[in-house]
């Protein structure tokens, strides 16, 4: 089937099989390996990334339903501005292992972050990163990172936002 | 904490920017799928395989048992074939592979195929399996049989105030690295690359060597893993052997990637264990002798079982100084997946069992468990089971003291008994047990852990680990060394380990892809060795630099530099280590490794010095208990490690926080069992893994006490926080319920029939 959808800011038509996942789609078709398959059924995480304005594994959504939609992935995320900053938070407190499950990181955290009117309490982002699964961290070092990010003001969701800018909701 | 910007990870920025890539992110132009087809029952005789002559097999390769000249894995036995042949051992037992272009197709071919199976008798229990008729390794179904005896355990018999028995058992564990399994192997005109996500590069080497008997030159390169454990350790040589022949014989690069639900169904887990142990005491708690039975399941196959029981009974008297000993430890073989490597590696099976007795032994002299702990910890100059004296670098005593201090585990032990009276009452009353909404029966916990740094035994000696350095062009120091990177954050421990020998930059310090075409054999990456062992040899290389480039200096100069912080200097000049390095390119050192000559093992008689250190933990773990759903967590988790010297503290930090996390697992949250034989998990949603929303609060410390062998003083760390998890928490139950817990994992359905036994108990 063909399918045309936004991917990172940039229109994308492509011929894929029904069959196919936008996991599948877009680490197998279009190189954009951030998105990493942990379980393939909706349960780890590690396939995060914006669907629509959504944080949504990507490894539940069937191809025909990505036709019209928008995707930002880490790739697209990175080139924000305010990505230097989440990358800062991730590299100086120490949150990375084996890099795994850390794209579906990133992605909920700037997720998390675009919803924020203030910093966040370590509870609330312990329950917000519940979906994201991590078997090296501990998750003690990324909740820390996370924390850290809520503290700065422009991160967090305001009309002119740098992260939030590509994220329509 | 932000963390000092030298343990700063030189692999997270390439992580962070998606640029590094595992196995599943390489392209690999004409790259084929394979799989193989499984046995469905846990011991059957293979009757026929037909392939249905109705699907065109021109579009798939097929290889089977037969077509492989030396069909076995090597590793310590040799026992396990890369297919089975004429027997299946264990349900999920690999019997035919296929390769095909595509993953329809494959599964297409897969469904063509016919394994016909006579079924046989088998022996799921490790406890059964000695005696068994059925018959998996040798006469007796032992892969390995140890007996350790210090002093007389007789004496202590006759000497005892009370005689304190306890059996306990652990259950299965799976490693659940989010990366699952996947290898691809490249066919060449007379040589097969294998790539993926590995631990161990050259024990696939050996592997492929051994089955391709020689015919093949096998180059192993290690692509960017993401987690391992001690999961990809042993297994990827099957998984490896598997790609290759389906490789060689379709003449395709042929990818074997396992989805998650395979994965949890057909690789190792940890070994279950049973213990049968007895403590002979005096009236005050003292440990006179300790007479341990141990059992490890195995599985099907050997893979390490010999090694991993040889951790277990060397671990088996856990902090404690025992005057008389008696281990007698046996690791059988089941009709189940192969047991292999978990980090710890058969000691958290033998800490939980002695840390439970210790429990006992507080219980039935009515001693608070941290008093029964104290009075029998290990100290410098005492001996463990094997005679072995500890000289150096101890500190059970100093890492317990500092936990139960910062955790003021003697008052909470205390408070929350009188706190939890009354809700106990009331439970065991068939009262609904909350009088407020948040009532929650609190406990406290402890345990003290210890972990044999480096391999068992003579296992260094025999491994001879090697690395190189070598100066490039740029005057910048390269490291070739066989270690990976798996999450520990190997490369930056390697990294930090020379600069700071060279007094340079880290940046200036490059390090080689591991590839066995490239990197000499440093030996695996296991066992808590890579710091310390692999880091001293670097050490030692980055000394020999250091004296080399200096004589070289001197003697074309004809003046007398000597090295001072990343400096040349004689007095006049001041030239930098590049600036020197760079002229003296090409130079390299090598630096093999052997134990220093003090350290002596005898691994007939099982004396001596089992491994040249020891890293000490102490944990306290405070877990509510919701009394109305039996929900268990930990809400705050105190430890304190002592590791020699932490080479990188943040990452050191990491360590500890990731394995207790991953060791509370183990104790209450993640099960296997077995249904016909076959593990009756599929993924994240029947086998639960902590998540962001169970971590406890950590209060993490760390104790220097430097071994005067390892680099800067620093001994292995990267198993040790997983080992005292569990009986911390588990000790907390003990305390809640005053109850004798003596399996792992226990879960809310366990609690409820502990109380329910309570109830009728008091009825
Ligand atoms: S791969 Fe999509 S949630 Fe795990
Ligand atoms: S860093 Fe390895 S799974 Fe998170």
Redesign the interface.
Known sequence: MRISFIVNGKSVELDVSP?KRLLDIL?DDL????V??????G??G?CAVIFNGERVNSCLIPAFQTDGSEVIT??GL?ELPGYAA??RA?????A????????GF?VSTVAFLKEKKSPADEEE???K????????????????AVK?LSLQEDLRRQPEAEVSHYVKK | MKANPNDFRVDAVGKLRAETRYIRDEKIPGLWFGAAIRSPLPRARIKSITFDKNFDWNRVTVVTAKEIANNYVAMLENDMPFLAEEIVNYAGEPVVLIAAADKETLREAGEHVKVNYEPLPYVLDMLQSENSDVKIFGERNIFKEIRIEKGNIEQARQNAFAIVELESETGFQEHLYLEPQGVVAIPEEDRVIIKGSMQCPYYIKAALDEMFGGKKHVTVIQAATGGAFGGKEDFPSLLAGHAALLAVKSGHPVAMFFDREEDVRVTTKRHPSYHKDIAYVDKNGRILGLDLTIYLDGGAYCTLSQVVLARSALTATGCYHVPHVRILAKAVATNTVPSGAFRGFGGPQAVFAIEMLIEEIAHRLNLRPDQVRRLNLIKEGQSTATGQILRYSVSAEETFTDVLERSDYVRKYNTYKKGNAPILERLLKGVYPKKNADDMLKGIGLSVSLHGAGFTGTGENRIKGKIRVEINKEGMPVIFSSQTEMGQGEETALKNILAKTLSIDRELILLTEVNTDLVPNSGPTVASRTTMVVGSLLVEAGKEIISRLTKKLNSETGKSFEYRLGYFYDGEQIISFREVAQKYAGLFVEKQYSHPPVIKFDDIRWKGDAYPVFSWAAAVAEVEVDPVTFEISVARYFTTHEIGKAINYDQAIAQIQGGSLQGIGYAIYEKVGLKNGYFDITGFTDYIIPSSADMPEMDVKILENPYPFGPFGAKGLGELPFVGAAPAVISALWMIFNYPFTRLPVMPEDLFSVVRTLKEKGA
């Open positions: 069959k680490h190189d954009l390996i951030s990493k398959e942990g379980c393939g059924k349960e780890c590690a880490l790739e990175k989440i990358e991730y590299v100086e407190h120490g990375v292992q084996c890099g795994f499950c850390l794209s990133v982002i312990k329950e990163l519940a979906g994201n699964l991590c078997r090296c961290t501990g998750y003690t070092k990324i909740i820390e850290d």
